[in-house]
């Protein structure tokens, strides 16, 4: 059997088909009941773009993460093709506002993990690199990586950040300041069986493989357009890079956690592709 799924890219102004899928009606505000994102909260936050030809300019498809001043960690379904061209893409970072008027990056580089194939499948990663380093500064910081031997669970605080959709049915409205909010970790046991019942999933087949992880819980979720973009768990006083936005069903349902690319499970990987990391 197939899940209804959403892969949370997006295009701003773009509609997406409706579907009989509910919606809580609490008229919520952000990420998916989230709120606006102080500045410089959150640094490695990047919005990737590619040009819209209706719109004549650079539309925001996915969000994204600094991992290096070089390095952009995203999702591998907010990239159309492995062999994509980089100067399709552009990114935009140091800004909680998306259309804020700073300059775009050139993204140089496009690795796809090889093994990607669909979201729901894993391996939902991708890495741009950057055309030139960017600068230190305040509001421009890459995220930390998760230590490979550390378990993340509901006792630890989360935050997901993003300019998706605030709604299944609703875009993030102007200025399009970015949204946070806290989430839980579940485990992914837990987040199997839920996926399992409410869908009505019989079969033996994991549905939450390993290399995800689900957070999020009713009317608090990442929604179309949040894809890509980063999961944070505080360790230590420090933020680590836990998640990136990779799929659902619908956005912010009671028994469908967000599932995100397990960051930890691909640090050997990453760290193959990068070089070391400073
Ligand atoms: C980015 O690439 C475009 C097209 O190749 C080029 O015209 C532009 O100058 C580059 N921008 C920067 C900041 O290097
Ligand atoms: C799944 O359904 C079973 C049987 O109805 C129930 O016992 C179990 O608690 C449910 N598990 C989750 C995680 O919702």
Request: with cysteine; net charge neutral.
């Amino acid at each position: 059997m197939l899940l209804l799924l959403f892969l949370a890219v997006s295009s701003l102004g773009s509609c997406s088909a409706g579907s009989p899928v509910p919606v809580p009606e609490n008229d919520l505000v952000g990420i998916v009941g989230g709120h606006n994102a102080p500045q410089g909260k959150w640094p490695w936050q990047v919005s990737l773009r590619i040009y819209n030809y209706h719109w004549a300019s650079w539309v925001h498809i996915c969000g994204g993460s600094l991992i290096h001043p070089q390095w952009v960690l995203t999702a591998a379904h907010c990239i159309f093709q492995k062999d994509t061209d980089p100067s399709t893409y552009r990114i935009h970072a140091g800004d909680v506002y998306l259309y804020g008027g700073r300059g775009l990056l050139n993204v140089s580089r496009i690795i796809v993990h090889p093994n990607y194939v669909a979201a729901h499948l894993g391996f939902d990663l991708a890495l741009l690199r950057l055309a030139t380093r960017v600068g230190a500064a305040s509001n421009v910081q890459p995220v930390t990586l998760p230590p490979e031997a550390l378990n993340f669970t509901p006792e630890d605080e989360c935050w997901l950040t993003g300019w998706g959709r605030t709604s299944y049915y609703k875009s993030l409205p102007p200025p399009y300041r970015l949204q946070q909010v806290s989430v839980q970790v579940l485990e992914n046991a837990v987040c199997d069986q839920q996926y399992r019942n409410a869908s009505g999933h019989t079969g033996d087949r994991q549905l939450i493989l390993d290399d995800m992880l689900c957070a999020g819980s009713e009317g608090r979720d990442s929604c179309y357009g949040d894809s890509g973009g980063p999961l944070v768990c505080r360790v230590r006083r420090s933020w680590r890079l836990v998640g990136v936005v990779s799929w659902g069903y619908g956005c912010a349902l009671r028994d469908f956690p967000g599932v995100y690319a397990r960051v930890q499970t691909y640090v050997p990987w990453i760290l193959q592709q990068v070089g070391e990391l400073p």
